[in-house]
């Protein structure tokens, strides 16, 4: 009995140890800073295309501000589309489970 005791505390120490060996910072866990550079990569792709695309429209098509705002709902109704109707996506099993 004294000697599982004896490799329990040995074990707690082991874990206490390994707690003070964390990083002092997010920045040094590299599966943070993988998931934070795709994150900051797709929103500034995402922002840049909802400017260039208004802009694209305007100067090589010249749209006029009616149609550049009727492209911008629509860009937006394009995401709502899926969303509305339930399917085999992740809506409909949000719906199924209720």
Known sequence: MS?????WCRHARRSRA???QQPDSLWRIRDFR???TATL???FGT???YVAVPLIAVSA??????QVG??????TAAFLAPASRPGP?????AIAAC
């Open 3 to 7: 000697a599982m005791r004896h490799r």
């Open 18 to 20: 390994e707690e003070s």
């Open 34 to 36: 993988t998931l934070f």
């Open 41 to 43: 990569l797709s929103q």
């Open 47 to 49: 922002n840049t295309g």
């Open 61 to 66: 098509l010249d749209a006029t501000p009616g």
């Open 70 to 75: 009727a492209l911008a709902a629509l860009s």
């Open 89 to 93: 996506g992740w809506t409909g099993c």
